[in-house]
């Protein structure tokens, strides 16, 4: 399989700078949350990135300073220090569109998603409910499916984001 080369494509490019290591580690021991990021046509988006916003576990939203830890010499960032937790991740698809978060389960029952990608020229906002029977207010009944993300086991769920299309997500406009 071939890849397009960067002349091949529409930028932005998100993948340069902005993931960190252990972006999607938010807090680890609690539960699993991975998906894919489909196109209009069923693709999946090799060049994605997702910022996630949640409560910890009591409901709390909080407003902690980041936990990013640094190289004191280069000032590169090494990742989390696996302590703080301050509700915020980011992650990149790879080249499948596969994303992967490791975090707390939320006391207020989402996840609150942020989407950006290549021909986007807004990112979206969405967000990914955790127990089946989530009702989002303001949603149409049918499509309230596409904000529940699937517990394919204990603690391990699935949450694929259709950009476009028959199976689109739904996706909140906050501004």
Request: hydrophobic residues 35%; negative net charge.
């Amino acid at each position: 399989m071939t890849h397009p080369t960067p002349s091949q494509t529409v930028g932005p490019f998100y993948g340069y700078a902005l993931p960190f290591p252990a972006g999607g580690d938010i807090a680890l021991g609690g539960i699993a949350v991975h998906g894919y990021v489909y196109d209009g046509a069923g693709d999946p988006v090799p060049d994605a990135l997702l910022e996630f916003w949640q409560a910890d576990e009591t409901g709390e939203v909080r407003a902690a300073a980041g936990s990013l830890r640094r190289d004191p010499t280069t000032g590169a960032v090494l990742g989390r220090n696996g302590v703080v937790f301050t509700g915020f991740g980011r992650v990149g698809t790879d080249l499948d569109g596969h994303w992967t978060l490791r975090t707390v389960a939320p006391g207020n029952g989402y996840i609150s998603v942020c989407v950006f990608a290549r021909g986007l020229l807004h990112h979206l906002y969405t967000r990914i409910y955790l127990a089946p029977d989530a009702s989002p207010e303001g949603v149409p009944s049918e499509r309230r499916h596409t904000l529940v993300a699937g517990e394919e086991r204990d603690g391990v769920y699935r949450f694929d984001i259709h950009l476009q299309g028959e199976k689109e997500t739904v996706f909140f406009d906050f501004g």
